[in-house]
């Protein structure tokens, strides 16, 4: 009895070394991505004027009229968003959030005396635009965001669910795209943030999405109620509850059926385990989706 006590034991602190191995590999993945995000700010963006929208095009302009610098403004901005956020979507989300968010500021920062890398303003265009699309991948798969924005549209599909997120973030860029031409009275400056941002949207939608596959997740649990309210609230996609029963047991069973992004179902998968770790999923390819924040039924993207 004793051994057997012990095999135990030692499962249960190999389990927790492990959970303990997995979060710190994502907060230094976490870094990762915030320092090429910060990167492309710093070395490409910021001194050539190219306003990239979101949270940090607007500390791009309001570091012109005060005496601090980017990253320190981004963080100052972000802070009330993270408290709103920590009272919505709890403290797990926002927690990776906050990392990502004070080391893209920091890096922002340290990065500034390097000067920018190149004068050529397209080339900067081309090159911000991608390496933010690859440092904010980075970090989205982590399970994290840049804040920001990302969170205002989080906040926002719970409230607007029949708008997609890509309206949300087009509205909100093309907004900040605009202040920034008129603040630096420079429409070619505009022009050329226009550039950056689609190649950051084309080349984040490829690598995160690829083509119009999706992840389809069946999930048996008697926790089905728990499950279903942290995937609509965490992760942001729909559930449905299907009835069934155990064809052993005869008892009945409750269902979770719902399609996920490719790159959302490593995270969609943990919230499950830690909901019901005796829960019993399974993952199937979903070739073409069409609905809410897929494909219309014409082929167009919604």
């Known amino acids: 009895m004793w051994i057997f006590e012990q095999f135990a034991r030692a499962g249960l602190i190999g389990r927790k070394i492990m959970k303990k191995f997995e979060t710190l590999k994502r907060l230094i993945l976490c870094a990762l991505g915030a320092f090429i995000y910060a990167a492309a700010v710093s070395l490409f963006l910021d001194p050539n004027g ?5 949270f940090t095009g607007i500390a791009m302009m309001i570091s012109r009229a005060l005496p601090l610098s980017t990253g320190t403004v981004s963080l100052i901005l972000n802070i009330p968003l993270l408290a709103a956020g920590l009272c919505v979507f709890g403290f797990g989300f926002i927690a990776t959030t906050a990392w990502a968010v004070a080391l893209s500021s920091l890096f922002m920062n340290l990065l ?3 000067g920018p890398l190149t004068d050529d303003v397209l080339l900067s ?3 911000g635009g991608a390496l933010m699309a690859i440092g904010l991948e980075i970090v989205l798969l982590q399970g994290a965001t840049t804040g920001g924005t990302d969170i205002i549209v989080k906040l926002l599909r719970k409230y607007f669910r029949s708008i997609s997120a890509g309206k949300f973030f087009l509205l909100t860029d093309g907004l900040i795209v605009l202040c920034s031409m008129i603040v630096f009275k420079n429409i070619d400056a505009g022009l050329y943030a226009g550039v ?4 950051s949207s084309t080349l984040m939608d490829y690598m995160l999405y690829g083509r119009d596959q999706a992840k389809m997740l069946i999930i048996i649990s008697d926790k089905q109620a728990e499950i279903s309210r942290r995937l609509m609230s965490e992760l942001d996609v729909g559930a449905t509850i299907l009835n069934g029963s155990g064809a052993y047991s005869g008892s009945d069973k409750q269902v979770i059926l719902c399609v996920v992004k490719k790159w959302l179902l490593g995270r969609a998968l943990r919230v499950v385990k830690s909901v019901d770790p005796q829960s019993f999923s399974i993952v199937s390819t979903a070739v073409e989706v069409f609905g809410e924040g897929y494909k219309a039924h014409d082929g167009e993207q919604i």
């Open 50 to 54: 190219i306003v990239p929208g979101g």
């Open 112 to 114: 500034v005396p390097l």
């Open 125 to 127: 265009s081309l090159a």
């Open 196 to 199: 950056c941002i689609v190649v």
